[in-house]
């Protein structure tokens, strides 16, 4: 029988051991950074920023180490002491028990390294193991065996240490080390209470008659198109279809710019981006105009209001904007910098779990780090705060982020090699299955009882699929030479190799997110209202164009609270209950782009060559840590901008002055692409008949409201 004396020897042992496999890990991170630069990235742009004096950045790199420091003495201690309780129930002698400890922790690390392989397919050294070690020899229904096997052998291990104890407890043998034990497992049985505990629901409504719950749900960049309400070939979203075919759905809605936080911004705010300086993502702040918005509207009228999201890095909708609490990830630069580099197995495998909802809050439901997360993780968040809600009735507006790219989460079990439309499809299932379980939570905590609930997304995208803008080449009215002026993207799923222009490369087709205001497909946006337990008239669709500007007028006329004083956005109230109105739905939309670079409009995108693009031009908030686009890159950003105008069967967009490429042809008849600078330029298309020039002296413009449209266009921007 091992003595208390000598155990310590194993644990040394296990130590060196556990050191070599972090420094291992570190080392195989840091070569990676030598090819990707994202280290080189985060922590030349932090000293430029200096942000590394900010208590804010150094407490989160502090509490960083010490989370990994934490996880490793745990993983250490108890294979050490999984293995001393083996010794002990078989009555090893010392070198065997030292063998099986190092056997059981090299075990213990290979089953830890497949199942990041299995369940975080997306870490770095998932990707590492899946293509130098198993190499195509391992399928991924074989590796769920294998890792499940591993887990069961673990499991008895863990099993036959638990019999240890107890006979030790009844033989009062090795009180210390095995008291420690028990402390440990009434700990972690006490954590996994209190969490279940705060999930419970709490059964208060809080509305009233006249004040009814006001719930805005949110999905990121669904195209309604890419729904099974819309198009009976696109994904399968039965809550969605659910919720829509009893409501009054809007089938076009539009984003006056298809990003996240300008759309929000505008939603809350009733206001196009150039009205309150949000006009991209990242936007500064304390720079744009919030003296009128929806949240601010009802907490005067007596509501708590609550915003959520799952990913803040690029939407910093906060307080400012007049809501009570925010539920999401922390924001800033700690979530881009701990959230990036945080790519451990080990604390991969233990981010979705209550462990690494304490040790890991820069990851835990954060889709920003959309390797490891999990969509139950935002959902228990949400109804951890809505268990503490106060009596008032409550506005809340949440915002999932799982139909967003890079479309893949912890535990997904896509194919490596899907094309990004198969992706997206199932990003959406994904989304809608998710909002399902929303709904859930919302009945459980009475919320659904007196209700008016807004379902909508933001924006949609567009991924290299042709009919993505609403060019064709064959409607183009003039010279043809002339779309040379135009982008010309890749059909996604052309090969990479391929030099066939005219079959693989078109005008008709792009990439992204409000980058091209020709897809009115990146802007189109899924817009329904409906009442529980609230009469909002007869169910009906209306085809009619319409902003998401207009939800907030909407909601407000419903609730008979006064309107704002400037607006942009209309109330659709008259149009939801068959009313008589002056509103013109007929009247002009104007759109504008926001920020690009080609390295995000291409189907295949890599997280550090965007990282290390755009990571200098931030700067950082030195109390708050929110990151925000420095002046400079502001100014550029608005001087690049394509602007627009929508009104009737007409768009007018005018293209800035702008770095191009351009299809050259040699003598032998090959092509390739070369880089030019194109002036600033005019693009008028007929969305009826599909007619289009970028020649404003043609026939074409001449005969049709050119000037009237680029008049409003200037007089607005």
Not at 328 to 342: A, E, R, T, V
Not at 466 to 479: A, I
Not at 542 to 550: E, H, K
Request: net charge negative; with cysteine.
């Amino acid at each position: 029988m091992l003595t208390m004396q000598k155990q310590p020897k194993l644990l040394r042992i296990l130590i060196i051991l556990t050191c070599l496999s972090l420094f291992t890990q570190i080392l195989f991170l840091w070569l990676n950074s030598l090819t990707t630069n994202i280290f080189d990235t985060f922590i030349s742009a932090s000293l430029t920023m200096e942000a590394l004096e900010s208590n804010i950045v150094l407490f989160a790199v502090a509490q960083f180490i010490f989370s990994q420091l934490i996880v490793y003495a745990a993983f250490v201690t108890i294979v050490w002491y999984v293995a001393i309780s083996l010794g002990e129930l078989f009555a090893l002698r010392r070198i065997n028990t030292y063998l099986l400890g190092v056997g059981l922790w090299l075990f213990c690390v290979i089953t830890i390294l497949l199942a990041n392989t299995y369940y975080v397919q997306h870490s770095f050294f998932a990707k590492l193991i899946q293509e130098n070690v198993l190499n195509g020899w391992v399928t991924h229904t074989q590796l769920k065996w294998i890792v499940k096997i591993c887990e069961n052998i673990l499991l008895i291990t863990g099993c036959l240490a638990l019999t240890n104890l107890v006979l030790s407890i009844c033989r009062w043998q090795n009180g210390l080390r095995h008291s420690l034990a028990i402390v440990f497992l009434s700990c972690l049985a006490t954590l996994i209470y209190l969490d279940k505990l705060l999930a419970s629901p709490r059964f208060l409504s809080g509305a009233t008659q006249d004040k009814p719950n006001i719930i805005i749900i949110g999905i990121d960049a669904v195209r309604p198109d890419f729904t099974s309400f819309y198009n009976p070939q696109g994904a399968h979203t039965p809550h969605v279809d659910a919720f829509l075919q009893s409501a009054t759905t809007f089938s076009e809605a539009y984003a006056p710019l298809a990003r996240t936080f300008p759309s929000w911004t505008s939603i809350l705010t009733a206001a196009y981006p150039v009205h309150t300086n949000a006009r991209g993502n990242n936007t500064d702040i304390n720079t744009i105009r919030l003296d009128e918005t929806l949240p601010l509207s009802l907490k005067k009228a007596g509501y708590e209001t609550i915003f959520g999201t799952d990913d803040t890095r690029f939407n910093n909708v906060n307080e400012s904007y007049g809501f009570d609490s925010i539920i999401s990830p922390p924001m800033g630069l700690n979530d881009f910098l701990i959230g990036s580099l945080n790519d451990f197995p080990l604390s991969n495998l233990l981010i979705p779990t209550v462990i690494g909802k304490i040790l890991f809050p820069y990851n835990f439901a954060n889709h920003g780090t959309a390797a490891t997360y999990s969509p139950k993780n935002y959902l228990e968040m949400i109804n951890d705060r809505l268990h503490g809600r106060s009596e008032k009735p409550l506005f809340l507006s949440i915002h999932f982020t799982l139909s967003h790219w890079p479309f893949y989460w912890f535990n997904d079990h896509q194919a490596m090699d899907s094309q990004v439309e198969a992706a997206y499809k199932t990003s959406i299932e994904a989304a809608d299955k998710q909002v399902g379980e929303f709904f859930k939570i919302l009945q459980k905590n009475n919320l659904l009882d007196h209700a008016v609930v807004v379902l909508l997304s933001d924006h949609g995208l567009t991924m290299g699929l042709p009919g993505d803008t609403v060019l064709q080449k064959q409607f183009y009215q003039g010279d043809t030479a002339n779309i040379i002026k135009l982008p010309i993207a890749k059909y996604s799923h052309a090969p990479e190799h391929s030099l066939d222009f005219k079959k693989d490369y078109g005008v008709d087709t792009c990439y992204g997110y409000g980058n091209n205001l020709l897809s009115l497909k990146q802007s189109h946006a899924l817009l329904g209202f409906k009442g529980y337990g609230v009469d909002l008239g007869p169910l009906h669709a209306i085809g009619q164009r319409v902003s998401l500007m207009d939800i907030a007028p909407t909601l407000l006329d419903l609730l008979h609270l006064p309107a704002f004083q400037e607006a942009d956005g209309i109330s659709l109230t008259p149009f939801i209950f068959n009313l008589p109105t002056t509103d013109n739905l007929s009247r002009p939309l104007f759109f504008e782009t926001t920020f690009t670079m080609p390295e995000i409009e291409k189907n295949s995108i890599a997280v550090e060559k965007v990282v290390a693009k755009s990571i200098d031009l931030y700067q950082m908030h030195e109390r708050s840590g929110l990151l925000y686009f420095n002046h400079d890159a502001e100014k550029e950003m608005t001087d690049a901008k394509q602007l627009g105008v929508l009104e009737g069967d007409w768009l007018l967009v005018r293209f800035p002055e702008t770095k191009r490429g351009r299809l050259v042809f040699d003598h032998h008849g090959s092509a390739h692409m070369e880089s030019f600078m194109s002036p600033s330029f005019l693009v008028l298309v007929n969305l009826k008949t599909g007619a289009w020039t970028t020649e404003m002296h043609s026939p074409f413009a001449l005969n049709a409201p050119t000037n009237i449209l680029l008049d409003k266009l200037n007089s607005f921007f």
